[in-house]
């Protein structure tokens, strides 16, 4: 079957309901550890409560036309704590402390033994996303680099041991993810651009044995930060960490493009990857217009052509107002369907 041409997807988060959780507490961090006083709904009934956003979250995804939808990652209290903490060998009761990227002491688990998955974590979520959309589905696991940085070893003494285990774990769950009816995989690397010499010791031997077997679509996703976490002046115009990623055994790299406006020849050196191009600025409140996206999408097509580029936006969208997040996501799939025109597909 051939693939639509400038198919939509999106990063993975998208805003939690007002009545679900407290969006101010969680404006101010990108939780390591669990911050279960975030959720405002009872324990009891908090599964229910997540489930009925989640049913929220993928029909506003579905009416804004997106072509790959999740299911917004509405049981999350950030991309990576449910999925890390999980694990067995970290101590979640007594976390350490490391700075985070913008020089803020930040809670992380506490690697004490062996790292191991228990068991499911995401795969309900995955079973629910599938029972509710006929779209194409897509699921998200915190990359296993990325799960090294934002943890304190206390066990290994040697990172690259502990990726490698952290990479097994992630692989475990994302076979029984592909089982629940993912038709894609993506991993949340963003920690890769944060330490690149430690990065170019051994993140692409973790990330492919954590898509080891993999055979639906896979996609690695990096970025600079959130925008209302990351301000726009601390991030940089380019990527310390990106042509690396061209050795991964994924078949897609996403990138942070629209709001640090980067040098997009870099491009080239990802080839043939797939590339999912950040096409929608989250650090900007007012909505693109679909002219203005299909010109960002344009600007991608001078390096790459239109059969390998994906748009899609620049990072999670949780921490944007519901409304705006909505708009942005159908000006993009206006804006993609300018460009498919102009390339004579419907």
Known sequence: MTQKLFETTVVGSYPQPEWLVNREMLSKVVPRVRMKEMWRVPEAELEQAQDDATIVAIREMESAGIDVITDG???????????ATALEGIDTENPGTVMSRNNR???????VGKVRRRGPVEVR???????????????????????????????????????????AAVNEEAHDLVAAGADAIQLDEPWV????????????????????????????HL??????????????????????????????????????????GVLKDLAPKKIMLGVLDLSNPTVETPQQVAERIRL???HLPPERLVPAPDCGMKYL????????????VEGASIVRREHGKN
């Open 223 to 264: 970025c600079f930060g959130y925008a209302a976490v990351v301000p726009g002046e601390a991030k940089p115009a380019s990527y310390a960490f990106l042509a690396e990623l061209g050795d991964t055994i994924a078949g897609t790299i996403s990138i942070e493009a629209a709001q640090p406006k980067i040098d997009l």
């Open 125 to 167: 979520d995955m079973q629910f996303l599938r029972k509710h959309t006929r779209h194409k589905a897509k699921i998200t696991l915190p990359g296993p680099f990325t799960m090294t940085q934002q943890a304190i070893d206390e066990h290994y003494k040697d990172v690259e041991a502990m990726a490698m285990d952290m990479a």
């Open 105 to 111: 002491p930040t809670p992380v688990p506490r690697v």
């Open 193 to 220: 651009r944060q330490n690149p010499e430690l990065a170019r010791k051994f993140a692409v031997k973790a990330i492919n044995r954590a898509l080891q077997g993999i055979k639906v679509d896979t996609v690695v």
């Open 300 to 302: 991608g097509l001078k």
């Open 73 to 83: 990652e509405i049981r999350r209290e950030s991309y990576s704590n449910r999925f």
């Open 321 to 332: 107002p519901r409304e705006v997040a909505f708009g942005k996501l159908k000006a993009m």
